[in-house]
């Protein structure tokens, strides 16, 4: 008999926590399931496997990395918007580690059309910062990658350990972001 209000977003969000606490190889069928004190065949009524997990996750931690940036940017504009925007990733990557590596790390497939939109949403949102600075289209794509390629840099150094000197982290994550919208005024 199933357990009474187990669904999919349970589910999801069970593993996403695994993720999050132990990393993405922890989340299996068995694990997750001990968490809902369920058997692990109860769990496919909900997920279409590991993959089903794992892909749950990536929607999961896009929609609310998307969330936070939307969130972090609404009202600000030119640097202050790009700092709101980069701080908010920074943080749901040191937050949600695990949510992070299933869905933003690399780029959806090609024929997952709800994971693509997912992403095209956190994109978006970068876009709509730089706005500010007039770029054209090429030039945006190459600055949204750049800026994402620097906070996932950062936020990756940072949640390893990477930092151990004793300047402040948060100053030099402002400086960084200070360098990249310098750099994205013309001449």
Do not use: C
Not at 30 to 51: F, I, M, Q, T, W
Not at 150 to 168: K, M, R, Y
């Amino acid at each position: 008999m199933p357990r009474a209000g187990l669904g999919q977003a349970m589910v999801v969000g069970a593993a996403a926590d695994l993720a999050d606490s132990e990393g993405l190889d922890a989340v299996t069928l068995s694990r997750v399931a001990a968490a809902l004190g369920v058997k692990s065949p109860s769990l496919y009524n909900h997920v279409e496997g590991r993959d089903g997990l794992i892909r749950g996750i990536a929607l999961l931690g896009l929609a609310e990395l998307g969330a936070s940036l939307r969130d972090a940017a609404v009202g600000r504009s030119g640097d202050d918007a790009l700092l709101a925007a980069t701080q908010a990733y920074r943080e749901y990557v040191k937050k949600h580690p695990g949510r992070y590596a299933a869905g933003a790390v690399s780029a959806p497939a090609a024929d997952d059309a709800e994971r693509q939109e997912a992403a095209a949403a956190v994109v978006a949102t970068f876009v709509s910062v730089l706005r500010a600075w007039e770029l054209t289209d090429d030039d945006t794509i190459h600055a949204v990658r750049g800026i994402r390629s620097a906070v996932h840099g950062f936020a990756s150094l940072e949640t390893s350990g990477g930092f151990g000197l004793q300047q402040d982290v948060d100053e030099s994550f402002g400086r960084l972001i200070g360098a990249l919208a310098a750099g994205l005024r013309p001449g």
